[in-house]
């Protein structure tokens, strides 16, 4: 059975921190996965990632995928209060097969 | 990317009445889903709902509690019928724009619609 664990569940850490978001999966025949952010209600896609060593980049947001120990990491520099969210990681298997998403970590940034 | 509306957003049931949930998608599109949420919980898909065809549902849902329209490409809805507290969750539509074999899909949500049965 396809799988998505994320670590940790919750963290709280201060503006100007950096954090570090893990992803592990077990899935039949790996596509991609996706990072999404999920403050209120819908997650918002952050990145995409299929090929192993390529970093994806947005502002302070930064994503890596490791095919062969099968996680992904998400970090994001110098955190802002707006950061506080739920981050929400996705695995696709197989072409055509549904998304697999892992519990979710919570981040609160504090002031 | 797609916009993707749903309505309601938000809505307050009572237990034993059903709800019906819309999502509306600005352009054409094969698949939509429907995801539930539980407090403090992941995301769980519902069923896949293509165009002209009926629904394919997940393990542990079934279409009496939660039948599914869709009427064209741009248009689902899903209802939540005989609700009890336990339904109250987000729900949200979502659909899945294609690339290659070679490379990943990318799923979009829309807003989520928040019932809380009472």
């Known amino acids: 059975e396809d799988k998505v664990v994320q670590s940790p569940l919750s963290l709280v850490v201060h503006e100007g921190d950096t954090v570090t978001l893990n992803c592990s999966y077990e899935?039949?025949?790996?596509?991609?996965l996706l990072w999404y952010k999920q403050e209120k209600k819908a997650p918002t896609f952050l990145f995409m990632l299929?090929?192993?060593?390529i970093e994806k980049k947005s502002g302070r947001l930064s994503s890596i995928l490791d095919k062969k120990e099968l996680f992904s990491i998400l970090n994001i520099t110098a955190t802002q209060t707006g950061d506080s969210a739920i981050y929400l990681c996705?695995?696709?298997?197989?072409?055509?097969?549904?998304?697999?998403f892992g519990p979710g970590t919570r981040l609160s940034v504090l002031p | 990317s797609a916009v993707i509306s749903q309505k309601p957003s938000r809505d307050i049931c009572q237990r034993g009445t059903s709800l019906t949930i819309q999502c509306q998608v600005d352009?054409?599109?094969?698949?939509m889903f429907w995801y539930r949420q539980q407090p403090g919980q992941s995301l769980t898909l519902i069923a896949t709902?293509?165009?002209?065809?009926?629904?394919?549902?997940e393990s542990g849902f079934v279409i009496d509690k939660f039948p599914i329209s869709r009427p064209n490409l741009t248009f689902s809805t899903l209802t939540v019928s005989n609700m009890s507290p336990e339904d109250s969750s987000i729900y949200l539509c979502?659909?899945?724009?294609?690339?290659?074999?070679?490379?990943?899909?990318?799923?979009?949500f829309g807003e989520g619609s928040w019932l809380t049965v009472v």
């Open positions: 299929t090929s192993s060593g």
């Open positions: 899935v039949t025949n790996f596509r991609s």
């Open positions: 709902a293509n165009q002209g065809s009926e629904a394919t549902y």
């Open positions: 979502s659909v899945e724009y294609w690339g290659t074999p070679s490379s990943g899909n990318t799923i979009y």
């Open positions: 996705a695995v696709e298997g197989s072409y055509g097969q549904n998304f697999v």
């Open positions: 352009s054409q599109v094969t698949m």
